[in-house]
């Protein structure tokens, strides 16, 4: 009975033995499967002086850059709940960044930052940080075109208002941005996704939602020079996104500003966001370089 026991336990050992060098092969497999450009996509710490703390970004640099070449480079904008691993981790991204000859820039802004300064929070101060500290400090270690025509910004949901709002208050640091999904008026959001404790509740403090609503902006566009491109999928209506595109869509049609704008169909879902990450790589590629990429 003894032996039996014995015999029993030793396969038990020997079964999960087996099942640990399938897991260690597996994991092999896929480590030597994974796109080479996922390899390419680093990430980077540094410590940001108007948000008083370290940061981190991921950045994709073309591997196969000639001495003395320089990129345009496009900042990729996190929605919210998310951060700067968002875009690689969920979408193709790195696969795809191999057809673009563009340094990509994923920093983080914070989960509900809403990439705006927040007169509250002295530690939420991401207007400045996506605007100017970050590009400065990317222009400074890598070879970037360093000027307003060599940048782009996009960005999805709450990064898609924060690369139009970008866009908007500061053209002469970039020259082209696309939202997916964008949340474009804020106005339309009071209650929602911690807004309200970055800016202040709305009733008391309009002046400054409007300040930093993509909508309430909408008018600078006609002098920026800026390339827009958004789009929204048309089931996108438990947030409320595509009633705010459909808005900014109407009001820049009235202001005679030129943007592309599409309603897609589909949901606010990475399926959406995946399914149309290479238009907007192509936009601000065909925009920044002027150079229309074959079909």
């Known amino acids: 009975m003894g032996r039996l026991k014995s015999h029993g336990l030793g396969s038990v050992l020997i079964t999960n033995y087996i099942k640990r060098l399938n897991l260690i092969f597996l994991l092999l497999l896929l480590q030597i499967l994974a796109p080479a450009a996922q390899k390419d996509i680093q990430t980077v710490k ?4 108007c948000l008083g703390t370290e940061k981190t970004f991921k950045i994709y640099v073309p591997p196969d850059a000639k001495p003395g070449e320089r990129f345009p480079t496009l900042f990729i904008l996190h929605g919210a709940y998310g951060g700067c691993g968002d875009w690689v981790a969920r ?24 990439y705006v300064d927040s007169p509250i929070e002295k530690g939420m101060q991401y207007e400045t940080y ?8 990317i222009d400074q270690k890598y070879p970037t075109v360093a000027k307003r025509e060599g940048r ?20 002469d640091v970039f020259s082209s941005a696309s939202s997916l999904s964008g949340i474009l008026k804020l106005t339309n959001h009071p209650d929602k996704w911690q807004i309200a ?11 400054v939602w409007k300040a930093n609503s993509v909508w309430e902006h909408a ?3 006609t002098t920026a020079s800026v390339r827009l491109m958004f789009d929204c999928g048309k089931d ?6 595509i009633i705010d595109n459909r808005l900014l869509h109407e009001k820049l049609a009235r202001l005679g500003v030129p943007h592309i704008w599409r309603e897609n169909p589909g949901t606010h879902s990475w399926q959406y966001w995946q399914g149309h990450l290479d238009e ?12 229309e990429l074959p079909k």
């Open 91 to 114: 979408t193709r991204v790195a696969e795809l960044a191999d057809n673009y000859r563009m340094i990509l820039v994923f920093p983080d802004g914070s989960p509900f930052g809403w």
């Open 152 to 171: 782009g910004i996009m960005g999805l949901s709450m990064g898609g208002h924060g690369a139009f709002l970008m866009a908007a208050k500061h053209p």
């Open 197 to 207: 404790d970055r800016l202040g509740k709305m009733q008391d403090n309009m002046k």
């Open 280 to 291: 907007h790589l192509r936009f601000h590629h065909e925009a920044m370089t002027n150079k």
């Open 130 to 137: 996506i605007s100017k500290e970050l590009p400065a400090f």
């Open 236 to 241: 996108d209506t438990e947030t409320g996104a």
């Open 219 to 221: 008018d600078r566009f």
């Open 46 to 49: 540094h410590q940001s002086i």
